[in-house]
């Protein structure tokens, strides 16, 4: 495992997205094989969906077993010191929503990478971002988060075009951290000052 | 996009099942976002989940831009409009049976052209005409009512083998019609005469 | 179909997960054709998620006819004969263990002849074996049995874990008829003593 920025970054928001599923799933009062499984699909959930739908199989984290023992070792973690994770309640949502900015726009370099419509690579990073939470609200039974709260979707949306937008002009790794920053900012303050979009 | 008549047909049936997938999330009062999502995937999921059942990736919607435009045009407008277009509700039905009948073909001819069994490509056909609403109501939280309610599948498993059992006799063109014809009568007279299954 | 004991044991566990798939639907009061799609699903749902995952396309059940045949016949059968059915719910529970160990054990060696990790092939017998049965409850609306209820993903990991560590030192054929005992034992033992993970 090469320790660049983006592979640090990558672990980081394997990680967060790991402890959010097992939150959730602890939360239904899963059995600790659940919890594990939810705490895989949440962080694994985005990215095995893009790899299937642009056909770049086996999807990624059958080729690379670092990150199924990250999150292994995270959920494992999570489940023993939830109390004192609890706590740290802001640290995990900005965790959640780098890991989201990143895996954005992971997606959408490797839809650029397979020759995709910039439209249809912002659409990836989306999805790339957003399916792991989705099939974790599935899983558990519950209308999912991003469909009916706060500003998630649209986060990656404008992360990902801005991301595309900013490639021609700047240097590829700035480009990428500012859209990893915009994703970011979107969702804290959307947070923070309680934003939604209208119900339609 | 070449105007011939299944082109034409294709995207009557993405802006009906789009329609339909707005009204339905609507009706739930999700957000905006929330909203177009969902008529995104009830219009491209069943074409999605065949795609990559037979390994056709990227899937189609990702080769073809206008796809996912004329999707998000029709979901704006429809939200803009709801009010005219719920008055609209029968010709919204038969859109979404025209649909139905036309996916359910194109999975067909998609099946053939891989070479896979008759009965098989029967099958693909249902998936790329039902899958779309099954998703869309699995992720709005409801026991998909192609599970139990009307006659829904079945229009297209008949209308499927009814056009595998014409196409050595007729032209392809003739039996695409007659068997979209088939699914949509069968759906039209289902439903005005409340026909259901028998509950096992 | 050549009738050697793997494929035996496949149409045993096809047919059974079929039931179960069949038995769970009509408890919901599906239709007849949701009953029957069901069944399929919960057959064909864990080794179509395996697939779709290495990118071993089209599907399995696509290329071989007699599997989709098998699943029709069981599910009309079962809908058929289900009150003799039901009092055979011992000979079930056993024929559903033996499935699951069975399809744990081609998913591994699905895995290994795709040069995957050996733990990363633990994973995808996992899935072969769980995902139909998870697949079923998603569309029923319920939580997943597998997430909170008996040991069901362990059971697999244990025995798919234990085929690998015996396959260097006995014959492969002993090695799996070993493992698939090694499932369903645990299954039985977990169910006979309801033995359960502690919820986290």
Same mark, same amino acid.
């Given at each position: ?23 959730? =799933? ?11 499984? #939810?705490?895989?699909?949440? =962080? ?26 990250? #999150?292994?070792?995270?959920?494992i973690?999570t489940i023993f ?35 995709? *419509?910039? =439209? ?22 519950? @209308?999912?988060? #991003?469909? *009916? ?8 949306? #404008? ?19 500012? =859209?990893? @920053? ?19």
């Amino acid at each position: 495992m090469i320790l660049d920025v983006s592979t640090i970054i990558e672990v980081l928001g394997t990680i967060s997205f790991t402890i959010s599923g097992v939150f959730s =799933a602890m939360q239904k009062r899963l059995d600790i094989m659940g919890v594990i499984i #939810i705490g895989f699909v949440t =962080a694994i959930g985005g990215g095995t969906v893009r790899d299937v739908l642009i056909g770049s199989t086996p999807v990624s984290w059958m080729r690379n077993i670092d990150i199924p023992l990250i #999150i292994l070792i995270t959920a494992i973690c999570t489940i023993f010191f939830k109390k004192r994770i609890k706590t740290f309640k802001v640290t995990l949502f900005l965790f959640d929503a780098l890991g989201l900015g990143l895996f954005t726009i992971i997606g959408v370099q490797k839809g650029l990478s397979v020759g995709l *419509h910039p =439209a249809i690579c912002v659409a990836l990073g989306t999805i790339t971002g957003c399916f792991g939470g989705l099939i974790r609200d599935i899983l558990l039974n519950t @209308i999912p988060l #991003i469909l *009916h709260k706060e500003i998630y979707a649209s986060a990656c949306i #404008i992360g990902g075009a801005f991301y595309l937008l900013m490639l021609p002009f700047i240097d590829a790794g700035v480009a990428k951290m500012a =859209a990893v @920053i915009v994703v970011c900012g979107i969702r804290i303050v959307a947070v923070r000052y309680r934003l939604k979009l209208p119900v339609s």
